[in-house]
């Protein structure tokens, strides 16, 4: 019996037929094409999404409504998958509560992955940051072996964000977020975790996790659940995880991106540049020489995190390591370049925390330093919003030129741990940044704009649709 056979027999419900309520969050889509691959026939529904989402389900031909109703519910469906988005309750959402009041099957997608890993090997890659890069690395590295893979962000080497692979292997991204509106439960939680990968544990999703230690538990716990002949791969130069390591009672193997911090994987002789090189080591000893199209000392810990994990599970040799790592193009919305005939470089990078956006200026920085660097940056993620939040941007965004934020899609404070956006850019300019706010005209900033610069757009939102014209403006204005 192969692979897909098996996973075949391991689902509770073997009938074709599924809806995904919130079908354009990133975990849902890549839930919904891993079904279709399964031969299940899969639509949604889904309000105000937005590419590169919306693209894939197009591209995947995954057919979805673009407004909830519950006339778009199958009445013969087998399963309803319902999304995490505080907007897919029975009180606000009537897809939601006609499925509840009609005794469907309901799960949430990572009982649904629950089901999917049950009799696979499983990688997961968790971590407040880096954990969709890392996931689709591995996965990318480890193409040979005919993986699956589970990833909540578009890879460029990969036609799909999921897909169920022939071999014993399954790669997935692990994230602690609850797993549904009606389930606290941690998503990495149902995935069956055998080896373990931790990227960072900065305090993130500050409406959950109210504290450090509330944000470290479930980290903590899914450790717990690893089986003892488990790999448990961290960060060693993360502060929080230098922190938690002491209380850790297993074997931990660590890994960082410079000897300095005296982990077991560490990079050395890092030469930036077009192509990032850099000597990849263990315990004082040179394995290989890798290079990287990423940018950023960020990619170069991300690479060195996996491959240690699959160096020491011996699933690649350093050669065919060293070759899929200098292929590796990344994600979409990681640092990947948007204009291609422009003299004014633009990058989109994902900012919905402190950490991710940190790393990605510190990649413009690293890459660019001769760069007059200009920001436009969305608060769209709550922890931006957070009263208890907002010290991080003092300094955040030290050696840009101007910082452009766009506030128009930003929410009405919620309650009084929130600020307005009007606050938010009080506090970035408070936090020392020169900056202004950017409406639905791009007017402000391209008048800004010298032959030359450099962009680095961040958001975990769309930027009310912005960037396509911008990058077409750029292009036409400022040609090669």
């Known amino acids: 019996m192969h692979f897909m056979q098996k996973i075949r027999a391991a689902l509770p419900f073997r009938r074709k037929k599924a809806y995904f309520i919130g079908i354009a969050g990133a975990g849902m889509s890549a839930t919904a094409q891993l079904l279709k691959t399964l031969g299940w026939e899969v639509s ?28 778009n519910v199958p009445r013969d469906a087998d399963l309803i998958v319902v999304g995490k988005h505080a907007g897919l309750t029975k009180e606000e959402n009537e897809e939601v509560a006609y499925v509840y009041d009609n005794n469907f099957t309901i799960r949430s997608f990572p009982e649904v992955l629950q089901d999917l890993t049950k009799r696979t090997h499983n990688l997961i890659c968790a971590g407040s940051y880096g954990k969709s890069t890392c996931a689709g690395m591995a996965a990318w590295c480890l193409m040979e072996q005919d993986p699956s893979f589970f990833i909540g962000a578009l890879p460029y080497n990969l036609a799909t964000n999921a897909r169920s692979g022939k071999g014993d292997l399954f790669i997935l991204e692990g994230d602690e977020y609850p797993a549904a509106n009606t ?30 230690e509330a944000y470290t538990a479930p980290f ?61 080591c263990h315990t004082g000893k040179t394995i290989t020489s890798l290079t990287t199209p990423l940018l950023g000392r960020h990619n170069i810990e991300n690479i060195v995190g996996v491959s240690a994990l699959l160096l020491e599970r011996k699933l690649i040799t350093p050669e065919v390591l060293q070759e899929r790592i200098r292929t590796f193009t990344g994600l979409r919305r990681r640092l990947d370049k948007k204009t291609e005939k422009s003299s004014v470089l633009l990058y989109e990078g994902f900012g919905s925390s402190h950490g991710k956006a940190l790393s990605a200026l510190a990649a413009m920085k690293t890459h660019f330093p001769d760069k007059r660097l200009l920001v436009v940056f969305e608060p769209h993620s709550l922890s931006w919003r957070r009263k208890e939040y907002v010290d991080r941007y003092q300094g955040l965004f030290d050696g840009a030129e101007k910082v452009f934020v766009y506030l128009d899609a930003v929410p009405a ?28 005209d791009l007017s402000p900033l391209l008048t800004e704009i010298k032959e030359g610069d450099l962009i680095l757009c961040l958001s975990s939102g769309d930027l009310g649709g912005l960037l396509p014209t911008l990058t077409e403006t750029l292009e036409t204005q400022f040609p090669v």
């Open 44 to 71: 949604g529904s889904d309000e105000g999404a937005y590419p590169p989402i919306t693209t894939y389900l197009e591209q995947h031909h995954i057919p979805y409504a673009k407004t909830h109703s519950k006339n």
């Open 183 to 212: 389930d606290p439960i941690s998503k990495f939680f149902y995935y069956n975790a055998i080896d373990l990968l931790i990227t960072s544990l900065e305090h993130d999703h500050l409406n959950v996790f109210p504290t450090q």
């Open 220 to 280: 903590l716990q899914l450790i717990d659940t690893l089986p003892s002949d488990g790999l448990l791969i961290v960060s060693g130069e993360d502060e929080q995880m230098q922190e938690t390591l002491p209380t850790i009672q297993r074997p931990v193997i660590t890994y960082g991106a410079s000897p300095e911090y005296k982990t077991d994987w560490y990079a050395d002789a890092i030469v930036y540049g077009v192509e990032t090189s850099f000597d990849l």
């Open 413 to 440: 404070p919620q309650d009084d741990t929130t600020v307005a956006g009007e606050a938010i850019l009080t506090h970035i300019t408070d936090g020392g940044a020169d900056a202004v706010q950017l409406r639905n």
